[in-house]
């Protein structure tokens, strides 16, 4: 009996480790949706996205016409938020440190406009990013 309610208690508290971000969450092809910078709309071109695979790398594309950049990345979805960096290509600016989530086909990247790892998606000062996950997976 105590092994049965064991078992149910595991099946029915199951989903909700599902609900949590998994490294692979994050991986996959991820089109701009919404873009915003201190709180502002910011204009972007069709085609503007990432990439990133589960090995570590990522592809940074400002448009459909441009060339990937490679930028590669480390998740951390086990922290309040999860977190993500970003190497950048910008000796001023070498690590972009931000915070994630993924809900469904919709991945949320918000990057701090300083060194500091913003702690909420509604921070002002921070590059804020809408993705929505492309057709086809790398």
Known sequence: MGTSLLLVATMIGAPALKDKPTPDDIV???????YSGGGRAVP??????????????????ASAAHRP???PYSAD????PPAV???????????A????RVRGDTLTLCFG?????PTSFDDRDTWLYVLKRAKTKP
């Open 113 to 117: 406009m300083g060194p500091d790892r």
């Open 28 to 34: 996959g092809e991820w089109l701009v949706v919404e």
């Open 44 to 61: 972007f071109e069709a085609g503007f996205g990432y990439t990133f695979r589960s090995d570590g790398t990522c592809e940074f594309r």
């Open 69 to 71: 950049e490679p930028c």
């Open 97 to 100: 440190r931000g915070i994630f």
């Open 77 to 80: 979805p086990a922290g309040r």
């Open 85 to 95: 960096d970003l190497t950048l290509s910008d000796p001023k600016r070498p690590v």
